[in-house]
């Protein structure tokens, strides 16, 4: 999934912390990426069906449900939608799968966070 020519690709980032949300904000906006935010799940929802993102980049625990139930959601609502999930646990959630899909732990690296926006947006994706 790619921004259509021209225009840069949309990030949605989901994190209830608002410092974490402004500094990956930061970081994608230089990078030239159009960034939506939402602080909890129904936010998350709402934002993804107001206007599809290109990816999305999504904390493993938010208020308002679990990372299982935001994936299925998005997952209904957009089949194949590229998803960060970001998390300071060490394994990632039993459903993430498929090649859209990718996990890092908190905090993570910026460089690395671009790196992985970059891969999952082009499709060559894979969690290192």
Same mark, same amino acid.
């Given at each position: 999934?790619?921004?259509?020519? @021209? ?24 990078? @030239? ?10 936010? %998350? %929802? ?37 998803? &960060? %999930?970001?998390? @300071? ?21 910026? *460089? *690395? &966070?671009?790196?992985? %926006? ?7 994706? @894979?969690?290192?």
């Amino acid at each position: 999934m790619t921004a259509p020519e @021209g225009s840069p690709a949309s990030v949605l980032i989901a994190d209830d912390d608002a410092l974490v949300r402004g500094v990956l904000r930061l970081a994608l906006s230089r990078a @030239g990426y159009t960034v939506t935010e939402a602080r909890d799940a129904a936010e %998350v %929802v709402e934002a993804a069906t107001a206007h599809t993102p290109d990816l999305v980049v999504l904390d493993i625990n938010m208020p308002g449900g679990t990372v299982h139930d935001t994936l299925g959601t998005l997952r209904d609502l957009t089949p194949g939608l590229p998803v &960060l %999930v970001l998390s @300071g646990e060490s394994q990632p959630p039993d459903d993430l799968t498929g090649p859209a899909s990718d996990f890092a732990r908190k905090p993570i690296d910026l *460089d *690395d &966070l671009l790196a992985r %926006v970059q891969r999952l947006i082009s499709g060559s994706v @894979g969690p290192r």
